[in-house]
C-alpha cells in the first residue's frame, strides 16, 4: 500500500487547512498573549503559517487533486 500523489495532497490540504483553524481558535483564546513570541501558541501560530507553504503551497495541492477529477 503505497502513497499515490493524490492522496497525499489531501491529505496534507486538509491537515494543513486544520491546523489553521485550530490554531485561530487558540489566538482568539489566548487574546494579545497568542502574538508575543515568548508564549508557545505565537509560536505555533508562526508554524502554521509556513505549514501551507513547506511541500507545495494549498493552491497546488487543489491543482494535483483536480488533475485526478478530471480524468
Same mark, same amino acid.
Given at each position: $500500500?503505497?502513497?499515490?500523489?493524490?492522496?497525499?495532497?489531501? *491529505?496534507?490540504?486538509?491537515?494543513?487547512?486544520? $491546523?489553521? +483553524?485550530?490554531?485561530? %481558535?487558540?489566538?482568539?483564546? $489566548?487574546?494579545?498573549?497568542? !502574538?508575543? +513570541?515568548?508564549? *508557545?501558541? *505565537? %509560536?505555533?501560530?508562526?508554524?502554521?503559517?509556513? *505549514?501551507?507553504? !513547506?511541500?507545495?503551497?494549498?493552491?497546488?495541492?487543489?491543482?494535483?487533486?483536480? +488533475? +485526478?477529477?478530471?480524468?
Amino acid at each position: $500500500h503505497q502513497l499515490d500523489e493524490v492522496t497525499a495532497a489531501m *491529505a496534507k490540504w486538509w491537515t494543513t487547512e486544520l $491546523h489553521q +483553524r485550530v490554531i485561530q %481558535r487558540a489566538l482568539q483564546l $489566548h487574546g494579545g498573549y497568542g !502574538f508575543m +513570541r515568548e508564549y *508557545a501558541v *505565537a %509560536r505555533d501560530y508562526m508554524d502554521s503559517r509556513v *505549514a501551507t507553504i !513547506f511541500g507545495g503551497t494549498t493552491e497546488i495541492m487543489k491543482e494535483i487533486i483536480g +488533475r +485526478r477529477l478530471t480524468k
